[in-house]
């Protein structure tokens, strides 16, 4: 090849392969920058969580201001778009810390969220990385500055310090639980706020219908001579795992029963069933693929990395947790065997698996799978009140089978 068709040759190749990389780097910088996908609002009694979603991760910074009360949040790097114009509709009028909320072009290159207050505020602001079918995420969860006597929040914020305790005593409750004082249950209606749990063909989501049906079994227990109930939440709010485990503790709970809605990935699958910790494995893969998607609850909702309680890692280590599992497996066969009367069973016994709601070592603990949400049919069951309060009747009667005290719990 002649000398001058060799150059013009190479300076062709230098030139595509330069032009090449350009459009290489236009696009990686197009890429980088973050696009706001989504805005979410979760207002509750306890906090208020505001979820910002991304196509990439957020650069922010954060400050409050006075007269009138407001948090602001720079997010840099991103440009006003339709999602973020529309958060000043997305605020509840009956919202107790949040009054309004709007956004604007700061500057060329920052987005000024400022969120007017109705009361002084402690908010805990974090990221979050992409899981699930969510993408990256900061996150706003305002908490009240001032303290309340509110158990609940005391938990929580001792959960986002780092400092729940990771060996919390029992409260002690004198008497024998049935005779000499209530039975006091906690119910644990799963998932919740930025967690919708599984949700079924027509969109019903799980977090919903456990709370309703959790909110049945209360009234029906309460209505009981010899027994209390209580809720870990009594809202559309995200609580994590360990603080739910560590509530029950300090209400001296006797039972603690984790409601959910099972789902899986074909529509066949039905029935209800029964869960219990295991020390040793899941007794079956269903049980283990199970365990690992509900303790998933907390990526999903929503923690921060350091606010992590390290008690539940340690449980299993206590030697009382051998006995408490014994008598959470006579719970749940209890459980499971009125079930069975309402609904076809999807295992004729109670499975155990590693999960984490279930680790306090002294309190006897079962998950129940009320349905399959996944399922067409069992979806209409479970939106069904009166499945609804049919299934709170049937957890009652295996509670009370667990005693074997049934006459001590009559009405009156």
Do not use: C
Not at 257 to 264: M, Q
Not at 271 to 286: C, I, N, Q, R
Not at 299 to 311: A, C
């Amino acid at each position: 090849m002649p000398d001058k068709t060799l150059k013009l040759s190479r300076r062709r190749l230098v030139g595509a392969a330069a032009a090449t990389w350009l459009l290489a780097v236009s696009r990686v910088g197009f890429a980088a920058v973050p696009q706001i996908v989504a805005l979410r609002i979760w207002p509750s009694s306890t906090y208020t969580r505001v979820t910002l979603e991304s196509s990439s991760p957020l650069k922010y910074k954060q400050f409050t201001l006075a007269s009138p009360d407001r948090l602001v949040i720079d997010l840099e790097g991103v440009e006003l778009n339709a999602t973020l114009q529309g958060i000043g509709t997305l605020i509840n009028g009956g919202d107790p810390f949040v009054k309004s909320a709007r956004a604007a072009q700061f500057s060329p290159d920052t987005v000024r969220l400022v969120l007017e207050l109705k009361t002084e505020i402690a908010p805990q602001v974090f990221t979050l990385n992409p899981v699930a079918e969510f993408r990256d995420r900061l996150v706003v969860d305002l908490y009240p500055a001032k303290p309340q006597d509110d158990p609940l929040l005391a938990l929580l914020q001792d959960y986002n310090r780092g400092k729940l305790d990771e060996r919390p005593q029992l409260k002690p409750q004198p008497g024998k639980a049935g005779v000499d004082r209530p039975v006091t249950i906690v119910l644990d209606p799963g998932h919740g706020g930025e967690d919708p749990g599984a949700v079924g063909p027509s969109g019903v989501r799980e977090k919903d219908v456990v709370l309703r049906i959790a909110r049945e079994l209360r009234q029906l227990i309460n209505s009981q001579r010899n027994m209390r109930a209580h809720l870990t939440r009594d809202e559309d709010v995200f609580i994590p795992l360990g603080v739910r485990v560590a509530k029950a503790r300090k209400l001296g709970a006797d039972l603690f029963i984790s409601i959910h809605a099972d789902a899986f990935t074909t529509p066949t699958a039905r029935g209800s069933s029964v869960f219990a910790l295991s020390e040793k494995g899941a007794t079956s893969t269903a049980a283990r693929f199970l365990a690992k998607t509900q303790n998933d609850a907390d990526l999903i909702g929503g923690v921060r990395i350091g606010g992590k309680d390290k008690y539940l890692a340690h449980t299993l280590l206590d030697l009382t947790q051998t006995a408490t599992i014994n008598d959470s497996l006579k719970l749940g066969k209890a459980v499971l065997g009125h079930m069975g009367n309402l609904n076809t069973l999807h295992k004729p016994r109670v499975e155990q698996a590693g999960f984490a709601v279930l680790k306090a070592p002294d309190i006897p603990s079962i998950l129940v799978e009320t349905a399959f949400i996944s399922n067409p049919e069992e979806e209409k069951k479970l939106v069904d009140p009166a499945f609804q309060r049919r299934m709170a009747e049937s957890l009652l009667a295996g509670i009370k089978g667990y005693f074997g005290q049934s006459t001590l719990y009559a009405q009156g």
